[in-house]
């Protein structure tokens, strides 16, 4: 079959009539409480079987037609699938049951796995070749298949004991991966560290619901904890041993989240822009201070990594600014190859131009640099200047 085609997983329209029935199901959902009582619970179990179901009637659809789906056909489930993951609540449905059953490590890595693939932030726009959609499509019916057959499974056993779960720093600590208890205290002394760090600069709002103990945080081994915008629910990773500071810094960025989730939609956002500009600005002016300094240019024959050397400082660029000349390390002179790269990334790379921006994840967003500077204002790390921008930024979005 010739051609490509264009498959655009669309922004989905969700009816009035679904968010109303989103917002049903969540008052069950004993997250949202600091102190559930035993009808709640059973509430919230009875919700995800239901749940569970209804992502049975999304694979009936997903499947239906099997091999005789054209090709036009498959790119447009591919498409309506979005729309449906937001219908039946999916993210919520495999998150929820990661916190609120016991399950084998093996059923623990699917519903991970099935988390992340429903996530609703995610947007594709690729360009597929005919037997790349098909592949595809078969794949992710497949892996949609094993879900519910994990799915159903996890509901017919036994729901996690929340009675006889630890408590840190005001947040119930639910292991939901059967952890030894080794492995729980660390965690445990995690969330009490960053829950005494937010007390001290007043963030008592923050700390309440469960941080759920997984695994992985949606398949992956490298994140350390993550905050669901949708549900409210917070998780991080176990066998956190030799690196409690940057767990701690963290979960203190992810409770940001939480902080922002509380703003106004409008003026938060303009509180976080004009934020993330300030900062921006002081960064800018910092770096064209550094990169202008003479006395930080690097001299020529300065090893910059394993491959390249330093040949020499030169102006270029629109508009011109000073770049490092690169030649390889084993060429002698005259220099037969050569690159460059920016001062500014080379002063970074060299931890002689540090800029405004509290971390270099902080450049990400307006968002993300928030829920950074929060981070390092809990951890007395954030200069005096910015946290002054910090709380007015924060007073602006919760309008007080």
Not at 18 to 38: G, K
Not at 240 to 269: N, W
Request: proline content about 4%; charged content about 30%; hydrophobic content about 40%.
């Amino acid at each position: 079959m010739a051609g490509r085609y264009l498959v655009r997983l669309r922004e989905p329209k969700v009816s009035r009539d679904d968010w109303r029935r989103l917002r049903r199901v969540r008052q069950h959902n004993p997250t949202y409480m600091e102190s559930p009582s035993e009808a709640t619970e059973a509430e919230a179990l009875v919700c995800q079987e239901q749940r569970v179901e209804a992502f049975a009637e999304f694979l009936k659809w997903f499947t239906a037609g099997g091999e005789a789906l054209t090709l036009r056909d498959r790119v447009d489930i591919l498409n309506e699938a979005v729309a449906k993951t937001y219908k039946y609540d999916l993210q919520d449905l495999f998150e929820g049951l990661l916190t609120q059953y016991e399950m084998s490590a093996k059923d623990r890595k699917v519903m991970e796995r099935a988390a992340r693939d429903m996530d609703r932030r995610r947007r594709y726009q690729f360009k597929f070749d005919p037997v790349t959609i098909m592949k595809t499509y078969a794949t992710k019916r497949k892996a949609f298949r094993k879900y519910l057959e994990v799915a159903r499974r996890v509901v017919e056993g036994k729901p996690i004991d929340r009675g006889a779960c630890a408590v840190a720093g005001g947040f119930r600590i639910i292991n939901t991966g059967a952890f030894n208890p080794k492995v729980m205290k660390v965690v445990e002394g995690v969330v009490a560290d960053a829950s005494e760090a937010m007390r001290k600069v007043g963030l008592e709002s923050l700390i309440y619901g469960d941080i759920n103990v997984v695994g992985s945080i949606r398949g992956s081994r490298r994140s350390i904890a993550h905050y669901s915008w949708d549900t409210d629910l917070v998780f991080i990773r176990a066998n956190l041993r030799g690196r409690e500071g940057p767990a701690e810094k963290t979960v203190l960025h992810e409770l940001a989240h939480r902080l922002e989730k509380q703003f106004d939609p409008a003026r938060g956002q303009r509180a976080l822009k004009k934020l993330y500009n300030a900062i921006k600005d002081q960064d800018e002016e910092a770096t064209r201070s550094a990169v202008w300094d003479r006395s930080l240019w690097p001299e020529k024959g300065t090893p910059l990594d394993k491959k390249w050397k330093v040949a020499g400082v030169s102006i270029g660029g629109r508009p011109p600014a000073p770049r490092v000349e690169l030649a390889l390390l084993e060429d002698p002179e005259p220099l037969s190859y050569k690159a460059h790269v920016g001062m500014a990334n080379y002063q970074r790379s060299k931890g002689v131009l540090h800029g405004a921006f509290v971390t270099s994840y902080a450049r990400t967003s307006p968002s993300e640099n928030f829920a950074e500077m929060v981070a390092a204002w809990c951890s007395d790390e954030l200069p005096d200047d910015q946290q002054d921008l910090l709380l007015k930024a924060i007073g602006e979005g919760l309008g007080t």
